[in-house]
């Protein structure tokens, strides 16, 4: 039995439509770039500590070096807490993220300003600066996952 031009026609487009639109799809998504991430989403999660270096009014930097369990942890949550395990410490506060690319952490009475150098996947390297600080105090973070 053969069927019409016309149904055939109607037969055919249902399936190419339905390629077409898939492959439009799949042409249309693409990556979100990496600039377009959101700072909090980059850096939530457990960090390895490489080193800290801790300067004080100016003077020269005092460097520890990150040993293996120490590590600095963005939870995210409601209360967004972060914990960094400098053994044998093992201080609990929490972080804020600011429109733009810094966050603001607070800590045993201390708030820091802090703005990221470097974010990746796999390196995060921040400056916090204590607020309201005399002597002025600056920690380099530098971070490893």
Request: aromatic fraction near 8%; charged fraction near 20%; glycine fraction near 6%.
């Amino acid at each position: 039995m053969k069927l019409s031009l016309k149904k055939q026609i109607n037969t055919l487009k249902k399936p190419v439509l339905l390629v077409s639109t898939l492959l439009l799809l799949f042409t249309s998504c693409k990556k979100q770039d990496d600039a377009t991430i959101p700072l909090k989403t980059k850096m939530v999660g457990k960090w390895e500590v490489t080193k800290v270096e801790t300067t004080v009014a100016g003077s020269a930097p005092t460097t520890v070096n990150g040993g293996s369990s120490d590590y600095v942890d963005f939870k995210s949550g409601e209360d967004d807490i972060v914990e960094i395990n400098l053994s044998p410490s093992l201080q609990s506060g929490s972080y804020s993220v600011t429109v733009g690319n810094s966050f603001f952490i607070s800590m045993n009475g201390k708030l820091y300003a802090c703005t990221p150098t470097q974010i990746s996947d796999s390196k995060f390297d921040f400056t916090a600066t204590e607020e309201n600080a005399t002597p002025s105090v600056v920690k380099k973070y530098y971070l490893t996952r």
